[in-house]
């Protein structure tokens, strides 16, 4: 019996996707895109089912399904993959897909979600005052784990600030970095944006209080929460049930490191939608971690009031 | 009369492709033909391999004893054999059968229906309704099966048009019984739907499971009906009006997920799953498998025969296996 290591899987969104995964790819990497043939590509075409028809929050990509098999079933898979999301493409779904489909989650390991943003075009928008992206593109950046601002060089050191600035307010838990063409530098961003594992360990999120909630009025929210005491299993457990059958339609990432009473060490949790999955960490989390939950919600709508009493409300009495 | 019991599954031979298997196909007349990743194949046996056709292959299947069509998610479907090649452009091919002197091929809402005998004559292209096709099968007459991404759909193929559609979410495997004229399909809510051909609309929904049936097979006079979800595989004793038991038989027996499932003309049922580990079972000893075997890993394709005489598995790293099954005969 052949037993391997899943396949580690970076989903690359936004305007300049395709162009970011061709300067990221080794030559042991293979690409899923649509429109893009080369050496290790495999082509898909965006085809979508529901798991129940009619429910928005279990919608597949089939077509990643059996792009992601193909390029793995083999006797020498790539070492990594590149997805390149499509313009238009609905990342959320991406990732739900890659998460919760049970043929996939034995081939294949979501590395993590990287954007890429044309620097120049926000700046327009923000100097003319127009939204920062649709509804989709805001809901991409809030849950990526990195940010590549392309064309960052056209601009003013004032203009990057104010687009970090604004980056800051809708994703909280990703890096933002300027794309560079020099060889060097470029090396050392790949290696801040493929292999991360981000999304099966804690949150990486500095959290300085016990609840934060930020966002844009017309975007996705993102809700932090802290505890510093440890947490009873049942009742954090019902909770995070709860947040899933509650949210589940509005929730576009879940991510937390519960320092759960008497365990020996955190537990892990992350999700998309109506998937959820849990596990013990497997890093050391830093010393002034230890003993701590951290929790954060991506979603749209959140009751932050009630998500965090109840959350609150799980610590051990 | 047969005795499953006394069931032997003796490998006739073993080899090795240079690229993971992704389909296996078997002629009327019992002739193999396997197609690899890489788009080289095996017609017949170990001794008889051929360069690439196709740049991505998904699935392929005979037509006749000479001809083989092999679907590619990018350049169609390729026709092959008697010394000719011969490319046909597809949108999204992902499927192919082939029955009555027609090749049908399911693509992207679309399916093309060439001729075996003139396959350079433009395909009749029919638009299904049902988004990218992921399962097909021949039916009855000119009639065929397709399953897509967003429903169900017969289509006549003589007529060139749809026939039925009925909706469902994510069929992504269909089987046929011949002799009871019954369709099967599954779909990703977790449920098995259950139509007569000559009245689709009034169809049987067998639910109830938690992961979604990704394999299933039902045998020739429609009375059993198997399905993979997970590690677990159910019995469907179905009864001459199509209403199948209430309550089927259902166990867990693979120690990892059932990753290919085949029932020969005999009754007999093979399952492959993710660590390679096949098991041969009888529809009446179904607690216990009659014959197992081993590759050495995912299985990724298991099909039987036509007479039920030989059975064919392929794993993801390219192994590939053939064993003559004899059916225990009681004296």
Redesign the interface.
Known sequence: MVNRSPVPVTIVGGAGAEDLARTLRAPDHGILAGSWHGPGSVQIDADTAHRTPGCSCCALRLDVIDGLLRAVRRPNPPAHVLLVAEPGDDVTTIAYTVLSDADLARHVRLDGVVVSLDAVAMATRKAGGAPLGSGPELETLAIADAIVLDRASELTNDAIISIRHSLGAINAIGSTLERTADAALLSAQRQRLIGIDAWHGAPAVGARIDVELRGPDDGPHTLILRQRAPLDPDAVDAWLDRVIESHAQRLVRLQGALAIDSAPARVCCHGVRSYAMSHSESADPPASRRGESLVVIVGHDLDAGDLSSEFAATRVR | MTDHLLTSANERWRTRLD??C?SVAWSPGGRLFVIA?DGSSLIDDPSQLTAPMAP?P?DAAWLGERRVAVVD??GGVVFAGSGAIDAQPVD?A?CVDSAQGRTIVGG?NVVALFGDTNEDAPATTITTGA??S?ALCHTVGGMWAVGG??GLVLIDGAMGEIDVRL????V?AVAWADDAERLVAAD???SLHLIGIHDPARGVELDGYP??V?HLAISADGGLLVAAA?DELTWWRIDDEGDPDDMPERAVVHEH?V?ALAMSSDGLVTTGD???RIHVWSPWVTDHPVATM?L???I?ASEWSSDGSRLAVAS???ELAVYDVTPGAVA
Request: aromatic fraction near 0%; charge should be negative.
């Open positions: 690229d993971g992704r990743a991505d998904v998610t990018v999204g992902r992207a988004g990218q992921h991404s967003s909706e469902m979410d994510g992504r990703l809510a977790g992961d979604p990704r997970d997920p990753t993710a660590a390679g081993t050495d890993s995912e990724v993801m790293c390219g």
